[in-house]
C-alpha cells in the first residue's frame, strides 16, 4: 500500500511560462517514452513476480513508487507552464501574450495555438495522461511478460528511450527551472537503466540469461539456424559484416553465420471455402 | 523495395486442426509480442536509420524482410486450424465436431465456442492482425527512436517477450506440424536476441554505450543521483541488496549506493482558475 | 424507430469562417465531452432500461433523439468554418487568407497550419468524429451500467463537462452565429443536468439511492469503513477538514471520521513459477 | 512524492484458486468501472486544481494514493486465483485440473479455456492493466475538467458503477477471502460516493453549483429553453411525466416545463467543393 | 434533426434466449460491420456533403435515419436473448440454466460462460456499442472523404461486409424470431448495396468516375504505369492473368499490361543524426 | 516469404525539405487511406483466400509486396523532408530556419511549430507508423472478410480514398521531387481501383455478383424489401429521385422503389433487473 507527501521529489519551477514547452512535456507524462509508462509497468511486474525469493518484486516496488512521483513532477511541470507569465514578460513576448489572452478570454481570435487548445478546452490549463499529441496513453504498453529477463529488457528500452526523450526536452528549453527539473530526472534514468542491467548481470549476463527464457531446452529448438543471421536480398548480395556474422555468439553457445534465405516450405494451399460460410458461390467447392 | 515467393519461408503442416491452439497463435500474429511488430519495428528503424554509414540500416532490412515471412507462416498457421478436420477426427473430437457444424450450419445452438465467433463472423475462418483476445494491433508499438542504442533494446525486448511466447506456444499443442514450425522460429528468435545485443556489443557493450543516449554530457544531469538507487519503503527499512546496490556502475562510470528517498522539492501551489476559463467560481480569484 | 427533419434543430451560421474554431468544434462532435457520446449513451441506456416501468427507457429515448440533432448542429458548424471567407475579409486577414490558398490551391506552401490539415486531407472540408486532436471518438466512454442510479450520475457528469465545454468556446469565438447556437447550446446543457439530477430526486434523494446500487445490503459490506475517509500522508499529517470528515453522511446511515490508512493486510506471496511456463530458470521452483 | 509498504491494505486471501473469476476481477483492474480509472483521475484532478486554496487538491491525493492500493490488492487477487489449487482440489473439480494441466503442459489440448490464455501468454498467470475482455485500459478515461464541481460529478459516476461492478463480482464468488476482500472495498465505494457528492454540498448542493460552470452568466444563455424537456415523438405524444416536466428547477432558478421538438433551423447548404480538393468533378461548381 | 416513435422498425422477438447469439449479434452492433458504422458513415456523409445539388445529402440522410433504427433492433434483440429462460426451457438446457444462475447468483463457479460476462459485469445484461470481442467500436472507421465516389464505394463495402456478416448470423440461429428479424435486415443490405453502386452509375459507372478522383487530371500522372499490373515475384515468374492482365482498362482509358517490378530508384541516403538530437554519438557526423 | 532490394521502387527525391509537407506525407503511411492500410490488406486477404484456385492469392501477394516498397517510398520522403535545408534555403525562409535551430538547438524558445515536435520528440526526425495528427495506425482497418467480392470493393474503396489522398498531397507541394513521387503512385493508385473493379467484372460484374454473398438464397430474406428505398422523412415528403428510386435493380432481379419507412414493429419490453444483479433496487421486480 502507499502513502504520499504533499511535497515534490526534486523542485519543479517554472521562470517563463511556456505552453509549447508544457506540450512537449506531454510526451514524458503519457507517451509511450513516458513516466505512467514505466510506473506502470515495474508496480505490473513486481504485483506478477513469481519466484523463490520476492527480491524483484520488492526492488521494482521501490522504483515504481519512485517513479509516481516523476509523473507528478511533469503534471506540476505542465500545470506551472500554462500559468500566465508575469507582466512585463507578457509586453515582451508574443507567445506569452497568447496564454494572457486566453486565461482573460479578451481576444478570442487567437486562442488556438494549436499547442493550446487541448489543455484549454478539456482541462483548464492542466496535464492530462496524454502524449503531445494528445493521443492518450494506452495500457497495452505495460509490458509484464512472467519471466524476469524479458521484463529487464523492456524495462532497459523503456528508460533508453526515456532518457532519449528527457535530453530532447532538456535541448528544447532554456528556462532555469525546467533544466534543473530535468538533469534530476536525466540522472535518474541513467540510474534506471543501470539497475535493470544489473539485474541481468546478476542473473548471469548473455551466458546466463540467453536465449531468452533459457528453461525451454535449446534441444528442441531448430538449433541449424539458432546462430544464423538470415540474408533476403533479391540479388543474394551478402549483407553487411557485423558482430553478429561470425564469431562466438554472445551466449557462447553457438557460432554466428550467414545464411541466404530461400523457400524451405511449400506454397500453402488452404480448403475451398464452407457453404453457408458467407463466400462467394465461386469460393465455395 | 521487395519481391515475393509464393512458398514459405519454411513448411507450415498442421496435421489435427484445431481452432483453440488458432486462437493462441493469434498472439503471435497480433500481440504486442508478435511478428507483425518485430517487422513494422524494423522496418522503421530502418527507414530513419542516421549515421555515418548504412551498415545497420542494411542489417534492419535483411531481418525486418524476413520477420514478414514470419507473419506469413502464422497467418497461415491460423487458417490450417481453422480447417475442418478429417472425418475420422471429427467422431473422436468433440472439439474438432464443432468446427464441422460450424462450417455446414447444422447445429448452431453449438456454435459459439469462444475463440471461433471472430474466425467465423469476421474473417471466415482466417487470420486477422489481431492478438488472441481480439484486439487489433496498434502501431504505437512500433517503437523507433532515432536512437540506435535505445533501439537496439527495444529490439532485444520484442524478441525476449517473443520466444518467451512461442515456447508457451510450443508447449501448448501436440501436433507435430505445429510444433515443427515453432521449433524453426524459437531458433530465429534465439537468432535474433544475439543479434541486437551484439550491435551493442559492437558499440563498446556498457560501457561504450551507457548512458543512452552517450552523446548527452553526463556533466549536464544531476550526477549526485546518477548512480542511487531510490528506496521508498515508508518506514525507511532498506532495499533487498543487489548488484545495483553497492559496487561499481555496469559503465564504470559511477558506483552504486543507496538513497532513502524525501521530498527535496516543496507543496506546488497553483494560480487560482481565470476568469472565463470554464471552472466554477469558487476556483476563480 | 427514427425519422429526420432537413432542417436543423436551431439555426447554424457563421459570419466569418474561421478554420481555428473547426478545429475547437471538433471537440464538441468527438470529444469525450461531447454530443456523440450524449447521444449514443442516452440510446443505449434507453435500449438496455429495464425495470417495472418504461418510463425511463422513454425520457432518454427523448433526449437521446434531441442529442442527435445537436450532433448535426456542430458538424454543420465546422463544415460552415471551413468554407472560404468572403473576399474583402481575406484581404483584411492573414487567417482567413490561408483558407482561400488551401483552397484554390494555389499557395502550397502555405497549405498547412495546423488546424486545418486533416479536414482537408481527410475528409475535403467537413467535420469527422473525432475531437480537436484528430483522436477519433472511441465508444468505450458510452457508459451504461444497468443500474439507474449510476447511469445517471454518469450523464450528469457527460453534461457537466459538457456545459464547460461548450462555455469554453463561446468565450473563444467572436461570430455572432456561433454564439447564438452556443448560446442555445449552453442553455440545452443546463436542462439535462436538471433532468439527470431530477431522476435521483424522484428515485429519493441522497437518502433513497446512496450507496449505489441500493439493492446491495450495507450488511455485506465493511461497515467499520463505510464512512470513514482514509489519510494517507506518510507522516500521519490530518487531512484538510471538510463536509466528508465529520458529521452524518449523505444517506444519513452513518457519520463521517477519518482514519488513517495503514496496512491491514500482509505481505503478499505468490508461488514460484511453474515448469513450462516461458519463465527463467531462477523463477522455477 | 510517495512511499509503499509491502504489505496489503486489506488481507487479500483465495482459498480455492479459480481462473474465471481472476478473469472477472481484471474489470476491477482496467475495466472503465475499475481502480486504475480512480486512481489515476483523482491523482490528475490533484495535480491540475486551482482555486483560492489547496483543499481539494490534498484531499484528492489522499485518496488516489489510497486506490492504488485497491489496484495493488486486486493484482495480487488475480494472481492468487491463478495459482494451482492444492491436490485434493484439483482432483475434484475440472475447472482446477485445467489450471494445472495448463501449468504443466501436459495436456495442451485443454489448455484453452478462454479466460486463462492472455494470462499463460503474454503474462505467465499475473494480471494485467486490461478489462476482463482483454481491452487495455485507455487513459482517456481520465476525466478531469478543471471545474471542481464537473469533476466531482464525474468521480460519483466512477464510484457509483466501480461499487455496482463490485457487488457483482461478490455475487459471483463463494470464496471466503474474495468476499472479505470485496466487502472492504465495497465499503470504500461507500465512502468515495460519499466523499464527493459532500464536496458538492459544502459547495453549496444543486442551488450553489448549478448549472456547471456557475461561472458562467445565464444572461448568455438561450433561457427560454434552459429548462425545457424538449419531446421528440414523431407523433407529437407526450412524454412520460417526471420531477423534470413540470415544478420548480433543481437549482430553482427556473421552472420545468415540456416543449416540442421541432425545427427552429433551416436546411443547411454548403458551397461546393472547390477546384483541387480531391472531390469528384461533379460536385466541384 | 430528428424523431424517434417507440415502435421498432421491424418486429424483434425472441424465442429461447441464447447468451451465445446475443454476444454474436454484437458484432452487428459493434463491428467494423456493424450498424453503428453505417449510420454514422452517411451521417457524416451527409452532413459534408458538397455540390451544385442537395441530392446526395438528401438521400443519405434517409439511409442514415433508417440505419439508427437497425441499431436499436440489434441492441433490443441483445437484451432479450440475455433475459432469463422460460422455466420449462432451463430444465432442458444446460446454457439456459447458466444465465438463471447468474442472475440469481446461487452458482458462481458456473458464472464465467466467457460470452456473459461483459454483459452481466459491466452493462447488467444489456446491449454495449462493442464487437463481439468486447472491443469498443472506434469512430475511425468512419469514412467519409468528401469525394462521392470513393464514399459511394466505401458504403458498398460496409454493406458488402454487413451482409456477409448478417448471413453468417441467419445461419448461427435457429430462434424463429431472430431468423425473421435477420431475413428483413438481410433484404435491406441488399438494397443498401444497390443504392451506392445506382449512385456510381448515376455518375456515369466506371467511364465517368475513375479514376477517382476524376477531377484529377491524368495528365498530371506517370501514365506510363496508370495500366499497369506490377509483378512482384522473386523469379520474374508470371502472375496469375486475369481481366487485369490484358484489354481495355475498365475507363477504357488504356490498356492492361504485365510490368516485373524493378527499382526505379536509387538506394536512399540519409542524413547522419546532428548534435544534440539524442541520437548516440556514433551516428552523429 | 520475402527478398528485398535497398533501392527504391521509384525515386524518391526532396529539393526543399518542408517540414509540414512531411507531416502531412504522414497521412499517406498511417492514415487509413494510406500505403500501411493497403498493403496489410491484401496480404491479410491474400493469406486467408479460399477458393478452388489459388489464383486470387496469388495476385494479392504481387500487389501485396508492391504496397510494401510504396511505404518504404513515403517513409523515405518524410526522413528527407525533415533534413535541413541548405544553407541559402535556411536564410530565406523562416519555416527552414526552424528546422536548423531545432537540430542545432540553439533556439528552443522556436522549436515546437505543431508538425515537428513528435518528430523530434519521438523518432529524432523520422517516419513514424501514424497518421497526420499523429494517431498510432490501427489493425482494425485490415479488411479481410472471406468473401472475395467484398474484399474486392473493401480494396476499391481503400484505393478511392488513397488516390483522394494522394493528389491533395500532391496539390500541396511545389517540390519537384515530391511531384514527381506522386505522379508515379497516383498512376499506380489509377491500377489498383481498376484491378479490383476486373476482378468484380471476372466474376460477372452486378448480375453475377450482387447481392453479396451471392452464395445466400435470396428466398431466405424478406424480399419484399430487397429493392425499397425507405424514405425517413418526418413529414413524408418523397425522397430526391434517382437510379436508385425506380427502374430495374443492378443485378436485374428486381425493381427499385420508395417505401415510407413506419414502424413494423412494437415497443419492446424488457424484464425487470433480477436480484443481486446490480441495479437500483427500484428496477428490480
Same mark, same amino acid.
Given at each position: 500500500?502507499?502513502?504520499?507527501?504533499?511535497?515534490?521529489?526534486?523542485?519543479?519551477?517554472?521562470?517563463?511560462?511556456?505552453?509549447?514547452?508544457?506540450?512537449?512535456?506531454?510526451?514524458?507524462?503519457?507517451?509511450?517514452?513516458?513516466?505512467?509508462?514505466?510506473?506502470? +509497468?515495474?508496480?505490473?511486474?513486481?504485483?506478477?513476480?513469481?519466484?523463490?525469493?520476492?527480491?524483484?518484486?520488492?526492488?521494482?516496488?521501490?522504483?515504481?513508487?519512485?517513479?509516481?512521483?516523476?509523473?507528478?513532477?511533469?503534471?506540476?511541470?505542465?500545470?506551472?507552464?500554462?500559468?500566465?507569465?508575469?507582466?512585463?514578460?507578457?509586453?515582451? #513576448?508574443?507567445?506569452?501574450?497568447?496564454?494572457?489572452?486566453?486565461?482573460?478570454?479578451?481576444?478570442?481570435? /487567437?486562442?488556438?495555438?494549436?499547442?493550446?487548445?487541448?489543455?484549454?478546452?478539456?482541462? &483548464?490549463?492542466?496535464?492530462?495522461?496524454?502524449?503531445?499529441?494528445?493521443?492518450?496513453?494506452?495500457?497495452?504498453?505495460?509490458?509484464?511478460? &512472467?519471466?524476469?529477463?524479458?521484463?529487464?529488457?523492456?524495462?532497459?528500452?523503456?528508460?533508453?528511450?526515456?532518457?532519449?526523450?528527457?535530453?530532447?526536452?532538456?535541448?528544447?528549453?532554456?528556462?532555469?527551472?525546467?533544466?534543473?527539473?530535468?538533469?534530476?530526472?536525466?540522472?535518474?534514468?541513467?540510474? /534506471?537503466? +543501470?539497475?535493470?542491467?544489473?539485474?541481468?548481470?546478476?542473473?548471469?549476463?548473455?551466458?546466463? @540469461?540467453?536465449?531468452?527464457?533459457?528453461?525451454?531446452?535449446?534441444?528442441?529448438?531448430?538449433?541449424?539456424? #539458432?546462430?544464423?543471421?538470415?540474408? @533476403?536480398?533479391?540479388?543474394?548480395?551478402?549483407?553487411?559484416?557485423?558482430?553478429?556474422?561470425?564469431?562466438?555468439?554472445?551466449?557462447?553457445?553457438?557460432?554466428?553465420?550467414?545464411?541466404?534465405?530461400?523457400?524451405?516450405?511449400?506454397?500453402?494451399?488452404?480448403?475451398?471455402?464452407?457453404? /453457408?460460410?458467407?463466400?462467394?458461390?465461386?469460393?465455395?467447392?
Amino acid at each position: 500500500m502507499f502513502y504520499h507527501d504533499k511535497r515534490l521529489q526534486y523542485p519543479v519551477k517554472v521562470e517563463k511560462p511556456d505552453p509549447h514547452f508544457a506540450r512537449m512535456l506531454q510526451q514524458a507524462i503519457g507517451g509511450i517514452e513516458g513516466e505512467i509508462r514505466v510506473c506502470m +509497468q515495474y508496480f505490473f511486474q513486481a504485483w506478477g513476480a513469481r519466484g523463490p525469493t520476492t527480491k524483484y518484486r520488492d526492488m521494482l516496488l521501490h522504483t515504481a513508487t519512485e517513479e509516481m512521483g516523476h509523473v507528478e513532477m511533469l503534471a506540476t511541470a505542465v500545470a506551472l507552464n500554462l500559468e500566465p507569465a508575469p507582466l512585463q514578460d507578457q509586453e515582451e #513576448s508574443a507567445a506569452d501574450a497568447v496564454v494572457g489572452a486566453v486565461m482573460g478570454g479578451e481576444n478570442p481570435r /487567437h486562442v488556438m495555438e494549436g499547442m493550446l487548445h487541448r489543455h484549454i478546452l478539456s482541462t &483548464g490549463l492542466a496535464a492530462f495522461p496524454a502524449n503531445s499529441d494528445g493521443v492518450p496513453f494506452d495500457m497495452s504498453h505495460i509490458y509484464a511478460s &512472467g519471466n524476469l529477463a524479458a521484463d529487464m529488457y523492456c524495462n532497459v528500452a523503456a528508460e533508453s528511450t526515456g532518457r532519449v526523450l528527457a535530453t530532447r526536452l532538456y535541448n528544447a528549453t532554456n528556462d532555469p527551472g525546467m533544466k534543473d527539473m530535468l538533469h534530476f530526472m536525466i540522472a535518474r534514468d541513467t540510474m /534506471h537503466q +543501470q539497475q535493470w542491467l544489473a539485474v541481468i548481470e546478476e542473473l548471469g549476463g548473455h551466458e546466463g @540469461t540467453l536465449p531468452i527464457p533459457n528453461s525451454f531446452p535449446q534441444s528442441k529448438e531448430h538449433q541449424e539456424h #539458432s546462430y544464423d543471421f538470415f540474408a @533476403t536480398a533479391a540479388d543474394g548480395s551478402p549483407p553487411p559484416q557485423g558482430r553478429w556474422t561470425t564469431g562466438p555468439s554472445l551466449d557462447r553457445k553457438g557460432e554466428f553465420s550467414v545464411f541466404q534465405n530461400k523457400p524451405l516450405g511449400e506454397e500453402p494451399v488452404l480448403g475451398p471455402a464452407r457453404p /453457408h460460410s458467407g463466400a462467394q458461390s465461386e469460393q465455395i467447392d
